[in-house]
């Protein structure tokens, strides 16, 4: 049974960082890429962050690029999330996704697996 846990939301002010992480267990992330998406409410589920089976490529919308940065640590089967410069924009339930294969995709419905979320709240 494949499982993805959140963990690390919060309420932060502007401008503060947090790390997001998502735990993976019954299965190994070498097999599966990896997005992490967010929905604030009365909004649909929206890409944020993708990085591929391998690590090697990462893929960010254009709302986070060069603020947001995910990684993955294998050993440990921990997907990361870094959030730097957070705006008010920014909070949503943040949600990590699995899907087999080694290229990760921008699109919710192409993800098998979901974690249950964890809250960003970014005051202003």
């Known amino acids: 049974q494949v499982q993805l846990v959140e963990s690390g939301g919060g309420l932060v002010q502007a401008g503060d960082s947090l790390r997001l992480s998502c735990a993976a267990s019954?299965?190994?992330?070498?097999?599966?890429?990896m997005g992490w998406f967010r929905q604030a409410p009365g909004k649909e589920r929206g890409f944020v962050a993708s990085?591929?089976?391998?690590?090697?490529?990462?893929n960010y919308a254009d709302s986070v690029e060069g603020r947001f940065t995910t990684s993955k640590d294998d050993a440990q089967h921990i997907v990361y999330l870094e959030m730097n410069s957070l705006k008010p924009e920014d909070t949503a339930v943040y949600y990590c996704?699995?899907?087999?294969?080694?290229?990760?995709?921008?699109?919710?419905?192409?993800?098998?697996?979901w974690g249950q979320g964890t809250q960003v709240t970014v005051s202003s």
């Open positions: 019954g299965w190994t992330s070498r097999r599966y890429a």
């Open positions: 996704a699995a899907r087999s294969g080694m290229v990760a995709t921008t699109f919710p419905k192409t993800y098998e697996y």
């Open positions: 990085i591929s089976r391998s690590g090697g490529g990462t």
